[in-house]
């Protein structure tokens, strides 16, 4: 499977536009099934909500910034499933929050399904199977983006599936911090299960890569992401990636 990577902005101002073969980064260390990591309890969240069909919570809430973290247990090493395609679990008309447990915090994705369906659906799906649990920020660019979703931490993993069509003609764009995009291939129609955060606006992927939703609480813990750029850094595929512990999703209904 070919690698995904997303164009990078160099500082003079040229973007470099990655082909699907990019230079072979290190395969990144593996983790340590002995690691205490925290929980959403832990980091002081409440655990409350009904569980939806496939792993989807549900609840009665104004917006995203007001979701308490659904207690949802995943089966160990989820992120090991392959499907063919993806199954249509979302409603295009409901609002989707996506709760985010990393190392050192939490923060909270507002989906927009009308903007993206197809690959918002794609992403609710693999969190209500637990795909996302435990999956590495593979590649981390300081001032740009953090990539996640390859279970396989080397940039070319997915699902078992890589033809989600792009759907980048909407009327969102790179235009600030914590926009959620879809990694893919030199072919527009070729995303699977990866995906960036930015951390600045970032205009030259517009109409280029898809978006489906933006942080809307706790960019402070996305620009805390460790640093791994192994697209620059020959000793970058040595450092442990920071792990993205949980991606939780909440239906808050329509809106």
Request: charged share 15%; hydrophobic share 40%.
């Amino acid at each position: 499977m070919k690698n995904r990577f997303v164009p990078i902005l160099v500082l003079a101002g040229v973007m470099i536009a990655a082909a699907a073969c990019s230079p072979a980064a290190s395969t990144p260390a593996a983790q340590s099934s002995t690691d205490s990591t925290p929980t959403a309890e832990s980091l002081g969240a409440p655990a409350a909500a009904s569980a939806g069909t496939g792993g989807i919570a549900q609840q009665s809430v104004a917006t995203c910034k007001d979701v308490t973290d659904p207690n949802i247990t995943m089966p160990a090493n989820s992120s090991q499933q392959q499907f063919t395609a993806p199954e249509q679990v979302i409603d295009n008309g409901h609002t989707y929050c996506a709760i985010f447990i990393v190392e050192h915090g939490r923060f909270i994705v507002q989906l927009y399904p009308q903007n993206a369906p197809k690959n918002v659906n794609n992403f609710v799906f693999l969190a209500s199977k637990g795909f996302y649990d435990g999956i590495g920020f593979h590649r981390v660019i300081s001032g740009f983006m953090a990539q996640t979703g390859d279970p396989t931490g080397t940039g070319a993993g997915g699902p078992g599936y890589d033809n989600i069509p792009l759907e980048a003609s909407g009327s969102m764009k790179y235009d600030k911090p914590g926009v959620i995009g879809v990694a893919r291939t030199n072919d527009p129609n070729s995303a699977g299960s990866q995906f960036f955060i930015t951390f600045q606006p970032t205009s030259f992927l517009d109409n280029q890569y898809t978006i489906i939703g933006e942080v809307i609480a706790g960019m402070d813990v996305v620009n805390q992401i460790k640093i791994r750029n192994v697209d620059q850094d020959p000793n970058a595929g040595s450092i442990t990636p920071e792990k993205l512990i949980s991606v939780r999703v909440v239906d808050i209904g329509a809106k």
